[in-house]
């Protein structure tokens, strides 16, 4: 696994680069030796913060957690990248793998299928980002969607954990 160390305010110890890769041999076992994994560690007043994103093909996974150490930051978000490989373990088999969708279907999994319970149809006007992230607090929601004003792009507010707002545009590769 491609391990790449950074640090936010910050400058990890060798101990903490030598516990990450040893913590990440478990999470390799899964996605194997071509995926790639990011380990951001910041310090925040007297909060250590280490945010993890592994990745390989399409697929993302990510964790961030808080704690007085930094190494305890770590462990925790290492379970909580376990605890989503195992929850979502069967889809991710299926992913990782390169199956046919003939083989995707026929095989039987013990897994609930994903059930879209609600559709909705909105029209994605121009606006700005502060437009979006105003309309968004008024309706109460946690993300919205719209059409940025200065790119053209379909693009995404959300409201972040820490308090602050996050924007998604999309990248055309």
Avoid: W
């Avoid at 899964?30 to 007043?45: L, N, Q, S």
């Avoid at 007297?46 to 957690?65: G, P, V, Y």
């Amino acid at each position: 696994m491609n391990i790449t160390i950074v640090g936010r305010k910050c400058t990890p110890r060798e101990d903490f680069k030598e516990r990450a890769e040893t913590k990440l041999k478990k999470v390799e076992k899964f996605f194997g030796p071509d995926a790639t994994a990011k380990i951001t560690a910041t310090v925040e007043k007297n909060q250590k913060i280490c945010e993890i994103t592994l990745t390989k093909k399409s697929m993302i996974f990510r964790a961030q957690e808080r704690s007085d150490d930094l190494e305890d930051a770590l462990d925790m978000c290492v379970d909580s990248l376990i605890r989503q490989i195992r929850k979502n373990k069967t889809r991710i088999e299926k992913k990782l793998r390169d199956v046919s969708f003939d083989e995707i279907l026929a095989a039987d999994y013990d897994e609930e299928e994903l059930e879209v319970v609600r559709s909705k149809t909105v029209v994605l006007k121009p606006e700005t980002v502060d437009e979006a992230i105003l309309q968004m607090n008024l309706l109460g929601h946690m993300f919205y969607m719209f059409r940025n004003a200065e790119t053209d792009d379909i693009c995404v507010v959300y409201k972040r954990n820490d308090g602050g707002y996050g924007l998604i545009e999309p990248d055309y590769e």
